[in-house]
């Protein structure tokens, strides 16, 4: 039987208007019926470009209200990015809707906040057309930033400051844009077509000066998201405006208080506009600053405290009557971590009158870390539909960690074959509130949301499960003719996730009835674990009625990797093919130890045409090839992580690996390494989250887990960079850190560009004062030699010369540093050359 609205489907937006033309009262709500099971039917595509068209035509022609409309138009599957404005206003007129501008706000209102552009010019285009106030919802202003940098092609030829000069939503967007929390990082573009730096910024002050903007309101929104803050990268571009806007002297002494709150508390490149701003300002009052500067004194920034240091210093010889209270100040400036900026601080105290004491530094002979807790207990099992339903409503409303997910996994096996009419009263309505079973997202080979949520459904009914089950069995099949030798397996989604899509498919496909009592695999400790005894007993329970295949795979992957023959003779004294299969595992100390390669791997190359992302790439990257042992069948390519691309990322996907193969940390770190290193040399965030779960880990490391912390101590955001000093300090207490080996890498990176050394500085300061002073010293040793070495020492060098001769000398430790005597007996009095000798001093006493 033919579907009558089979022309949405195919887009046909002619066909739309046809529908929607001439319909009676009856008719309409008839045809609105028809439209919104329709929709809700769909499950096999997304709707987008003509047909997300036609279906906007057809709800704004049939559908009684604006809510009833975004309810459609803003479903997660339906992408309005593309879709033609103009027709379905022509079809709102000619039906007389009164309510096409409240749609535009209630879509605003529904704009994605990953990618606020979809649906964004469906909207204003809405609003022109009824000319219309524009939303300044954060979304529409992220949206409308978004379209400023990357616009429609036919507006490319124009200049910014011409495109915002004729924009309708300028004067009611601009004052947002101080307003809306992360908007500052996409005000960071370049011009389209010139590529000139800070467009934004300059386009704006260029308005102010014709009178286009208000001045006054520009400078005090600068000031006033300066005050309250954002990440770093996020008010860089405020800090530039500011200077383009060049505040005269008066407008700088309206905000003098603000100034010197930000000179104490903003993040650094902040904090030297301010400071910059007030020395540049005649008659600054001297108790305002020495409040300050006690603050500023004793931040890490260098540059900043060096320049403070200098005012002050100029300020103590305006006012000789003030000179030993200033100096005084002055002096707090003594602790800092810096030695450089300590012995600037001595000087100028005693210059004008305040002597400071020796620093006295007390150190242990090595590290002093509280000894390793082991790996926490899991969560218990949930045992209620009702818990359950509150469980996957958290998994699904938030990311997906692999607790989490086992937790849903074991109790709807569980639930699902013993009170699946309960399962269902409780799961369903959480299931259709977050939209879940929806396709899996098309450029993402690690989505999980489509396999999931068909899984979640099958669980509470059974009609779901009868028509999902042929897909899942038959991703099996495929699976298995795979690793018997047929066709190769995707190299684009990593073996732990192939392994983890698997058992999803396993799950669906076998789900419900007859009961049973939970997977084999559920962990029985946090990090992924299963206690050898717990899995053999639940072997034992199951007795004749045979294993899942990927279960009983998975559970083998988390047992701890070695040898353990009494508990494989039980396990064989079964009599049951899964008790062989786990009396073999126990015998053989589960996977074999693979191969691993260092590598070093250039960018790929250019791609014809407009390839925008190769100039994003860094121009090489170390990975770590795996390989499995000679003559071994690695026939699922666990043991297989090809040194892979520049530019090959998962995502938060990585996340979930460690408790796919919790006892073979270095095999995991082979696999998340890009993810890893791109939070290094790309400075994208959240690559190195990962590597506390990796330190939570059993197993040896090896060279990807060395290199994976020396990516993530000189990681972009200090989220990863905080993960990083995580992983080295429990390593460090379970006696698992190599830090020559990651003080290596990291010297290697350094030295040649791939890795910002000034970023490792002060993490590696914060793994010293946490109490690994010793770990420290030795990383630091171990990374010296290649800086040195190079041609001409990075940028923080000098810095981490005094780190490394505080550690060595609270530690005593003494290690040969190739390369030191050599730079310390060069001339001169440049840092590099005075550090060097201050750790050849500590090393030589």
């Known amino acids: 039987m ?88 022509q079809v709102a007129r000619t039906r007389g809707v009164p309510w ?53 092609e036919s ?30 990082t996409r005000m960071s573009f370049d011009e389209f077509m010139t590529d000139e730096k800070l467009a934004l910024p300059r386009a704006l002050a260029r308005l102010a000066g014709e009178g286009r903007l208000d001045r006054t309101m520009l400078l005090d929104g600068c000031v006033s998201r300066l005050l309250r803050g954002d990440r770093p990268s996020a008010l860089r571009v405020f800090v530039a405006l500011h200077a383009l806007l060049e ?50 004194l004793v931040r890490p920034d260098k540059a900043l405290v060096r320049a403070q240091l200098g005012w002050l210093d100029q300020l103590a010889r305006r006012h000789p009557d003030r000179a030993a209270e200033i100096a005084e ?15 600037r601080a001595g000087t100028l105290a005693a210059r004008h009158g305040h002597l400071v004491a020796p620093r006295v530094v007390v150190g242990a002979a090595g590290d002093d870390l509280p000894p390793p807790a082991g790996p926490l207990p899991a969560p218990p099992a949930i045992t209620d539909p009702d818990e359950l339903a509150e469980e996957v409503a958290s998994l699904l409303g938030g990311p997906t960690t692999a607790s989490g997910l086992e937790r849903v996994l074991d109790a709807v096996v569980r639930l699902a074959g013993s009170e699946r009419a309960r399962l269902k009263d409780a799961l369903v309505p959480v299931l259709r509130r977050h939209r879940a079973g929806a396709e899996e997202h ?14 979640l459904h099958a669980a509470a009914d059974p009609v779901e499960a009868g028509t999902r089950r042929g897909r899942w069995a038959a991703m099996l099949a495929a699976l298995r003719r795979r690793t018997a030798g047929g066709p190769s397996l995707d190299p684009r989604v990593p073996p732990p996730h192939r392994l983890l899509r698997a058992r999803l498919a396993e799950i669906g496909d076998r789900v419900g009835p007859p009961r049973r009592s939970g997977l084999l695999a559920a962990p029985t400790t946090a990090n992924g674990g299963i206690d050898p005894e717990a899995l053999y007993d639940r072997l034992a329970r199951l007795g004749e009625h045979g294993a899942w295949e990927m279960d009983l795979t998975q559970a083998l992957l988390r047992l701890p990797a070695r040898v353990d023959e009494p508990l494989a003779a039980r396990a064989a004294a079964l009599g049951t093919p899964a008790g062989d299969r786990l009396a073999g595992w126990l015998r ?12 070093t791997l250039p960018r790929r190359k250019r791609r014809p045409g407009y390839d925008w992302a190769y100039d994003e790439l860094p121009r090489q990257r170390t990975h770590v090839r795996v390989s ?155 990374a010296l030699p290649a800086l040195l070495a190079a041609a001409k020492a990075p940028r923080g060098t000098p810095d981490l010369l005094t780190l490394a001769a505080e550690t060595a000398g609270a530690t005593g430790a003494r290690i040969d540093v190739p390369g030191l005597a050599e730079v310390a007996a060069r001339g001169g009095s440049s840092r590099l050359v005075t550090e060097a000798r201050r750790l050849a001093d500590a090393l030589g006493r």
């Open 442 to 455: 098309p450029w993402d080979r690690c989505c999980l949301c489509g396999l999931l949520g068909g899984v």
């Open 100 to 152: 096409l501008v409240e749609l535009a706000y209630r879509l605003a209102d529904r704009l994605r906040r990953d990618d606020p552009v979809d649906g964004w010019e469906f909207v204003a285009g809405l609003l022109i057309a009824e000319k219309a106030a524009a939303p300044t919802g954060d979304q529409f202003v992220q949206g409308w930033l978004a379209l400023m940098a990357w616009p429609p």
């Open 247 to 296: 505040p005269s002297a008066g407008e700088v002494d309206r905000h003098r208080g603000d100034y010197l709150r930000l000179l104490a508390d903003a993040p650094g490149s902040v904090a030297s506009m301010a400071q910059k701003t007030l020395r540049a300002l005649d008659g600054m009052e001297v108790d305002g600053l020495l409040d300050a500067s006690r603050a500023v």
């Open 2 to 89: 033919t579907d009558p609205l089979e022309f949405l489907v195919r887009g046909d937006i002619g066909a739309a208007v046809d529908a929607v033309t001439g319909l009676d009262e009856q008719g309409r709500r008839s045809f609105a019926d028809a439209l919104v099971a329709h929709v809700r039917r769909r499950r096999d595509n997304w709707w987008w470009k003509d047909e997300a068209t036609a279906l906007a035509v057809a709800t704004v022609g049939c559908l009684p209200t604006a809510a009833a409309a975004a309810e459609v138009l803003g479903r997660r599957n339906v992408s309005l990015r593309g879709a033609d404005a103009e027709v379905v206003v």
């Open 329 to 343: 100040v002055i002096a707090t400036a003594a602790d800092h971590p810096a030695a450089d900026v300590r012995d």
């Open 588 to 599: 053989a100390g589960g996977l074999p130890a693979p191969d691993q390669q260092v590598v």
């Open 628 to 782: 499995p042992p000679e003559g071994v069948d690695d026939s699922f390519g666990l043991l297989t992580v090809p040194a892979g691309s520049v530019d090959s990322y998962v995502g938060s996907a990585a996340l979930l690996w460690p408790a796919v193969l919790p006892g073979y940390r270095g095999l995991v770190a082979a696999y998340a390494l890009p993810e890893i290193a791109s939070s290094a040399d790309q400075d994208l965030s959240g690559g190195a989250a990962i590597l506390p779960l990796l330190a939570e880990c059993g197993g040896d490391g090896g060279p990807a887990v060395d290199l994976a912390l020396a990516y993530g101590l000189g990681a972009r955001h200090e989220s990863d960079r905080v993960a990083a000093v995580d992983a080295l300090l429990m390593l460090a207490a379970a006696g698992d850190l190599d830090a020559p080996e990651v003080g290596a890498h990291l010297g290697t990176l350094a030295a040649v560009g791939d890795l910002t050394l000034t970023r490792t500085l002060q993490p590696l300061r914060d793994v010293a004062a946490a109490g690994a002073p010793l770990s420290t010293w030795r990383l630091v040793a171990a």
């Open 155 to 184: 507006q490319r030829p124009v200049p910014l400051v011409d495109r915002l000069r004729a924009d309708m939503f300028l004067d009611a967007l601009v004052p947002r844009l101080f307003e809306v929390d992360g908007a500052g």
